[in-house]
């Protein structure tokens, strides 16, 4: 069986998150994707640290399974080289700065017009129209800007998350819709132009919290680790200095955490404890309940009685913990992945596909595929040369 995306081709003119993680996504597919990238340096995210054996760790995450194509599109020879090889892609996906693409000649209508089977896909901060669409976005102000930052923290301090939420959003939403242009076109021999915005990205994760806000007539707030409509569900200290997450989420959980966790059978139909609007009301009294029993036992000695209970639980790990999780381990989910640098390990895509092995191909040094691709263009090699004197293509 051939991957999902063979023989799909993507000219990805990219750089930092939510770009490269929706072309990495279709490269994990099997879709060849074509990285631009300026050949003074390249993407800029190779830069925002050396942690991977002298690699940047968002690079390396982001970028596998990619040919990098080292190549001045300022330059008129270089925008030549780049409409050849979109007249040849699927799909061409871009996340300059706000019209960057269309002053360079690679807006969507343009391409569009000239490639009625493309799929173009724009992602941008705040999208096309609007106050905001020439304000520049990074993820962190997206968060912020979006009300992310006022649900994410604790009570008294407002925080970005840890990961970067807005970017992974918008590249999320941009493979799924590039996935639903190809399966169109299938259908209709038509391409389509999309539009993905970093702002609407993260302001439909805010969906539930919306909702609540415009029912309640009040923002939900931070809770941090907690819940604010559920008690109890936090995290509780253990005897060995570790913490574990327990969640209730019904009544019939409550009774059976009461009497087989707390060694408190009363309290499973007392009224005031045995439903979860009378434990949100006295949720500092049935936290200090929860985190003495805890308090008593190794976080192992915790996690294993909650799990006899089929009661919902989870280690407060770090992200070293995460290297060595029994259940990555468990189900084989690291593979080796070369790089400029040697051999590192990274996770297997989170989807599968029964009987295939998703690829895990190469993190591309800079401007690594520039002469192949030329090649693959019908490019002679004095014109390749040229190019590469000149400064429009190589490194």
């Given at each position: 069986?051939?991957?999902?995306?063979?023989?799909?081709?993507?000219?990805?003119l990219?750089?930092?998150v939510?770009?490269?993680?929706?072309?990495?996504?279709?490269?994990?597919?099997?879709?060849?994707?074509?990285?631009?990238?300026?050949?003074?340096?390249?993407?800029?995210?190779?830069?925002?640290?050396?942690?991977?054996?002298?690699?940047?760790?968002?690079?390396?995450?982001?970028?596998?399974?990619?040919?990098?194509?080292?190549?001045?599109?300022?330059?008129?020879?270089?925008?030549?080289?780049?409409?050849?090889?979109?007249?040849?892609?699927?799909?061409?996906?871009?996340?300059?700065a706000?019209?960057?693409?269309?002053?360079?000649?690679?807006?969507?209508?343009?391409?569009?017009?000239?490639?009625?089977?493309?799929?173009?896909?724009?992602?941008?901060?705040?999208?096309?129209?609007?106050?905001?669409?020439?304000?520049?976005?990074?993820?962190?102000?997206?968060?912020?800007?979006?009300?992310?930052?006022?649900?994410?923290?604790?009570?008294?301090?407002?925080?970005?998350?840890?990961?970067?939420?807005?970017?992974?959003?918008?590249?999320?939403?941009?493979?799924?819709?590039?996935?639903?242009?190809?399966?169109?076109?299938?259908?209709?021999?038509?391409?389509?132009?999309i539009?993905?915005?970093?702002?609407?990205?993260?302001?439909?994760?805010?969906?539930?919290?919306?909702?609540?806000?415009?029912?309640?007539?009040?923002?939900?707030?931070?809770?941090?680790?907690?819940?604010?409509?559920?008690?109890?569900?936090?995290?509780?200290?253990?005897?060995?200095?570790?913490?574990?997450?327990?969640?209730?989420?019904?009544?019939?959980?409550?009774?059976r955490?009461?009497?087989?966790?707390?060694?408190?059978?009363?309290?499973?139909?007392?009224?005031?404890?045995?439903?979860?609007?009378?434990?949100?009301?006295?949720?500092?009294?049935?936290?200090?309940?929860?985190?003495?029993?805890?308090?008593?036992?190794?976080?192992?000695?915790?996690?294993?009685?909650?799990?006899?209970?089929?009661?919902?639980?989870?280690?407060?790990?770090?992200?070293?913990?995460?290297l060595?999780?029994?259940?990555?381990?468990?189900?084989?989910?690291?593979?080796?992945?070369?790089?400029?640098?040697g051999?590192?390990?990274?996770?297997l895509?989170?989807?599968?596909?029964?009987?295939?092995?998703?690829?895990?191909?190469?993190?591309?040094?800079?401007?690594?595929?520039?002469?192949?691709?030329?090649?693959?263009?019908?490019?002679?090699?004095?014109?390749?040369?040229?190019?590469?004197?000149?400064?429009?293509a190589?490194?």
């Open positions: 069986m051939s991957l999902p995306l063979a023989g799909v081709t993507v000219i990805a990219e750089q930092a939510a770009a490269p993680l929706a072309s990495r996504h279709l490269a994990d597919l099997g879709a060849r994707v074509v990285k631009i990238e300026r050949p003074d340096g390249g993407d800029f995210a190779r830069g925002y640290d050396h942690s991977v054996n002298g690699l940047a760790s968002h690079f390396v995450w982001l970028n596998r399974g990619k040919e990098s194509v080292a190549l001045d599109v300022k330059a008129p020879e270089g925008r030549a080289v780049l409409a050849d090889l979109v007249a040849g892609a699927d799909v061409f996906l871009q996340n300059l706000p019209g960057a693409a269309a002053r360079l000649g690679f807006g969507s209508a343009e391409l569009r017009a000239r490639h009625p089977r493309l799929v173009t896909v724009d992602l941008s901060g705040y999208g096309s129209g609007g106050p905001y669409q020439d304000k520049r976005a990074y993820d962190m102000l997206i968060q912020c800007e979006s009300g992310l930052a006022s649900v994410t923290g604790p009570p008294d301090r407002p925080s970005k998350t840890g990961v970067p939420s807005s970017d992974i959003a918008a590249g999320m939403y941009a493979l799924t819709a590039t996935l639903g242009a190809l399966v169109g076109r299938a259908a209709t021999g038509q391409g389509a132009a539009e993905v915005s970093m702002f609407e990205a993260t302001a439909e994760w805010l969906g539930h919290q919306l909702h609540y806000t415009q029912g309640a007539g009040r923002s939900p707030g931070r809770a941090g680790l907690s819940h604010p409509a559920i008690a109890p569900y936090d995290a509780y200290p253990t005897a060995d200095g570790r913490e574990v997450m327990i969640g209730i989420q019904n009544d019939r959980e409550w009774a955490f009461a009497t087989g966790f707390l060694d408190r059978p009363d309290l499973a139909d007392d009224p005031e404890w045995a439903t979860n609007v009378a434990r949100v009301r006295r949720r500092r009294l049935v936290d200090a309940l929860v985190g003495g029993r805890t308090a008593t036992m190794t976080a192992d000695e915790a996690i294993k009685l909650l799990d006899t209970l089929a009661i919902a639980s989870a280690r407060l790990n770090d992200v070293a913990d995460l060595h999780h029994p259940q990555l381990a468990a189900r084989d989910r690291w593979r080796p992945v070369t790089t400029p640098v051999e590192v390990r990274s996770l895509p989170p989807f599968g596909f029964a009987g295939i092995e998703l690829p895990m191909g190469p993190v591309p040094a800079l401007g690594a595929h520039t002469d192949a691709a030329l090649r693959g263009l019908g490019y002679s090699d004095e014109r390749i040369a040229a190019l590469r004197a000149s400064g429009v190589g490194v």
